[in-house]
T-cell receptor
Framework: GENVEQHPSTLSVQEGDSAVIKCTYS??????FPWYKQELGKGPQLIID?????GEKKDQRIAVTLNKTAKHFSLHITETQPEDSAVYFC????????FGKGTHLIIQP | GAGVSQTPSNKVTEKGKYVELRCDPI?????LYWYRQSLGQGPEFLIY????????DSGLPNDRFFAVRPEGSVSTLKIQRTERGDSAVYLC????????????FGPGTRLTVL
């Protein structure tokens, strides 16, 4: 089955700086790669996703890159703000999502 | 419009008891998923429904876990003879179709087995 590794487990950045979270996956048949943000006591919320026919996607301050040959994808958040503080999960899928273990992003004021 | 809803939000039960967790997906979504999230971990896939049928139940940990979606909308996750290790947040998600369609998650049900 699919296995998704996510790094780092905790990331602390100064407000206004950029944050990068990286994931690798094992199943070359996976073709959909979403990123979710989860706040305490809430369900995961989709922030951006990428499909296997695209190498990069951007939505305002958030971007995702995908390298299918190397089987890794990354989340980039620029100009970080206090409200970006949360746990972020990457996932890979054909049907049911396989999630990474999460990155606790801390934005220091 | 309304998102995915789950009831109850919290459930405390004793070891050995039977529990049912309910999920109301977004109206019109044909695909429904159940996940389990332990503390400090990512959600773990349990089962995927396309319409009324379970298209993939490979994530169910054992035969104490069962899920139904009899009319292709509301789903119920059933756990028999609960164990302390079943304690977790159970998340439901729905998507318009299957495959690469965005999955929208509910707030989850926190299950505690004493």
């Amino acid at each position: 089955g699919e296995n998704v590794e996510q790094h780092p487990s905790t990331l602390s950045v100064q407000e206004g700086d950029s944050a990068v979270i990286k994931c690798t996956y094992s199943d070359s048949a996976s073709n959909y790669f979403p990123w979710y943000k989860q706040e305490l006591g809430k369900g995961p919320q989709l922030i951006i996703d990428i499909r296997s026919n695209v190498g990069e996607k951007k939505d305002q301050r958030i971007a995702v890159t995908l390298n299918k040959t190397a089987k890794h994808f990354s989340l980039h958040i620029t100009e970080t703000q206090p409200e970006d503080s949360a746990v972020y999960f990457c996932a890979a899928s054909r049907h049911g999502l396989t999630f990474g273990k999460g990155t606790h992003l801390i934005i220091q004021p | 419009g309304a998102g995915v809803s789950q009831t109850p939000s919290n459930k405390v039960t004793e070891k050995g008891k039977y529990v049912e967790l309910r999920c109301d997906p977004i109206s019109g979504h044909t695909a429904l998923y159940w996940y389990r999230q332990s503390l400090g971990q990512g959600p773990e896939f349990l089962i995927y429904f396309q319409g009324t049928g379970a298209a993939d139940d490979s994530g169910l940990p054992n035969d104490r876990f069962f899920a139904v979606r009899p009319e292709g909308s509301v789903s119920t996750l059933k756990i028999q003879r609960t164990e302390r290790g079943d304690s977790a947040v159970y998340l439901c998600a729905s998507s318009l179709g299957g495959g690469q369609d965005t999955q929208y998650f509910g707030p989850g049900t926190r299950l505690t087995v004493l």
